[in-house]
């Protein structure tokens, strides 16, 4: 079996909640790297449907497996990586509007911390249309996601939306 070449892999994100595409992009971010942070980002500019604390919590359960290890952190991505000695930044793509946004942020971040390399990732095909904000929609209009996310994040999402209709 081929060895590691990277030590720390930071695969960042919102995770609002997580899928089936994330996890697939872990899993193979994990076999490139000895070790795989997820860092659930605490981002201003977006308003989650679960709090910061729930989205580690459905992480980790996620994704149990030895070298991936779920943090939360605000701040510029490339601080969080450099403190935690990342030599890289992992980041998923589906469409060419992400990579257009993705590379400013690595061209950003190169500047900042060149020590640092993004690696930009291909969603697989059969996830490639996913999106927590999809994900979430269908679940507010009482569609299925099952099969689309792991099953305990689905009962979670279902119990949030039954409790933001009562409320």
Excluded: C
């Excluded at 909640?17 to 899993?27: M, Y």
């Excluded at 659930?40 to 030895?66: G, I, Q």
């Excluded at 939360?72 to 403190?83: E, Y």
């Excluded at 099953?151 to 009562?166: D, F, G, H, M, T």
């Amino acid at each position: 079996m081929r060895e590691n070449t990277l030590a720390i892999a930071l695969y960042p994100g919102s995770f609002d909640p997580v899928h089936n595409g994330h996890l697939d992009i872990i899993e193979r971010a994990r076999r490139m790297a000895r070790r795989v942070v997820v860092g659930v980002a605490t981002n201003v500019e977006k308003e989650p449907m679960f709090s910061v604390a729930d989205r580690v919590a459905m992480l980790r359960a996620a994704t149990e497996r030895a070298g991936v290890e779920v943090m939360s952190f605000s701040g510029l991505t490339v601080d969080f990586a450099h403190r935690l000695d990342a030599t890289v930044i992992v980041k998923g793509l589906r469409a060419m509007m992400d990579f257009e946004y993705e590379l400013k942020m690595a061209a950003m971040n190169k500047r900042l911390r060149p020590e640092i390399e993004t690696i930009f990732m291909m969603t697989a095909p059969e996830w490639a249309y996913l999106s927590s904000t999809l994900i979430r929609e269908v679940a507010r209009f009482g569609g299925s996601v099952s099969g689309l996310i792991p099953a305990s994040v689905e009962q979670r999402l279902v119990k949030r939306v039954r409790s933001q209709r009562k409320g």
